[in-house]
């Protein structure tokens, strides 16, 4: 049997503008080695998709930016250069034309490049969002390793590049939470009444699982059980313990 997968472009009035062969495909039998797509054609039609719908976006995009839009007149063209933009399913080099502003909004003679505008990052959402998520929870080279086993990545990407990915979400989340607002201010008394203790107190905390019993019955389930221990720098230590499901007053 005989597969042709193709990827028809139309224009906005449904005028079909290109056609592109994706992939072809041959299969002999049916079974479980035959059956539908393998990985490496998916990485492979997927990765030729997102080339061809990329290059026609930036096509049209740049014949829509090209007339200036006070007096209509096309732009001169400068020079022509190629960006690189990292996608989910692989890394494109996106031809990227430099134009001259027009005289008519611009006295002075300069240039822009309108695709390199668009992607200041040269990195999608998508793909910062699975590096980082991934490097969250497990090691920068095993997140490089899953990375190329399932996604049309032209290269392997690099421990230290997705370290520095994650590091640049992090800070930028940071930065959206804006100032600390202090819980207790320091210079009030505790909420009980009493005095903050003039000296400096060390405090740890630890928690477990404890299996509740009521009577005989041995199903009643577990329970979590937060302890600790403050040792002020004079004076005696003390310990304390917190049962949240349990305790009434649990923030106190």
Not at 28 to 53: I, R
Not at 56 to 72: F, G, N, S, V
Request: hydrophobic share 40%; glycine share 6%.
């Amino acid at each position: 049997m005989h597969f042709r997968l193709q990827l028809v472009i139309e224009d906005a009035d449904g005028v079909i503008v290109e056609t592109d062969q994706l992939a072809s495909l041959e299969r002999v039998g049916f079974g479980l080695a035959t059956a539908g797509l393998t990985l490496d054609e998916a990485k492979s039609l997927l990765a030729a998709c997102q080339k061809h719908m990329i290059l026609a976006q930036a096509r049209d995009y740049e014949t829509m930016i090209k007339p200036c839009l006070a007096c209509a007149l096309p732009r001169s063209v400068k020079s022509a250069s190629n960006i690189v933009l990292r996608t989910l399913f692989g890394s494109l080099k996106i031809p990227s034309q430099r134009l001259y502003h027009c005289r008519c909004a611009c006295a002075k003679r300069s240039s822009f490049s309108p695709i390199a505008a668009l992607f200041p990052e040269r990195s999608t959402p998508e793909l910062v969002y699975l590096q980082t998520k991934w490097a969250s929870l497990m090691s920068y080279g095993l997140t490089c390793d899953l990375l190329a086993d399932i996604l049309p990545l032209e290269h392997r990407l690099s421990p230290r590049s997705v370290r520095r990915q994650l590091h640049r979400v992090a800070n930028c989340l940071e930065a959206d939470l804006g100032d600390e607002i202090g819980m207790i201010n320091t210079q009030s008394s505790m909420p009980d009444g009493k005095d903050r203790p003039p000296a400096p107190m060390t405090v740890g905390l630890d928690g477990g699982y404890v299996h509740a019993r009521e009577g005989s019955n041995r199903k009643a389930g577990w329970f979590e059980v937060m302890v600790g221990k403050s040792v002020p720098d004079k004076g005696d230590a003390k310990c304390f313990a917190m049962v949240q499901s349990l305790d009434t007053r649990p923030r106190r």
